[in-house]
């Protein structure tokens, strides 16, 4: 089974950044991460879980609209880390941002029931 630990959350005012990290590990999910495709999704207080974006194992991403021109999603195969990059923050988006990771390719990759292995979450508040 897969663990992932993510990091980097905090307190930022608006129009500042934050770097998000998410490393993998496990006996099988770390050895294949290379192939993973790894995705995070965000959870604010009383809404559900959204998709913000997520990279293959090509490292091509994908982003929710929200965040297009502000996230990027990278990744380290060596390190078995996957980042996001959070730029231009706003006060709405605030919430509890989880990596989640499956092996292989989904076409709905933006469904959180496609990802079997999630991270504890960090939370990021956006605030003057």
């Known amino acids: 089974q897969a663990q992932l630990v993510e990091s980097g959350g905090g307190l930022v005012q608006p129009g500042g950044s934050l770097r998000l990290s998410c490393a993998a590990s496990?006996?099988?999910?770390?050895?294949?991460?290379?192939?993973?495709?790894m995705a995070w999704f965000r959870q604010a207080p009383g809404k559900e879980r959204e998709f913000v974006g997520c990279?293959?194992?090509?490292?091509?991403?994908d982003y929710a609209d929200f965040v297009k021109g502000r996230f990027t999603i990278s990744r380290d195969n060596a390190k078995n880390t996957v980042y996001l990059q959070m730029n231009s923050l706003k006060p709405e988006d605030t919430a509890v941002y989880y990596c989640?990771?499956?092996?292989?390719?989904?076409?709905?990759?933006?469904?959180?029931?496609?990802?079997?292995?999630w991270g504890q979450g960090t939370q990021v508040t956006v605030s003057s």
């Open positions: 989640a990771g499956r092996r292989g390719y989904t076409p709905n990759y933006y469904s959180s029931s496609e990802y079997a292995d």
């Open positions: 496990g006996r099988t999910f770390g050895r294949t991460f290379g192939t993973n495709t």
């Open positions: 990279i293959g194992w090509t490292g091509g991403t």
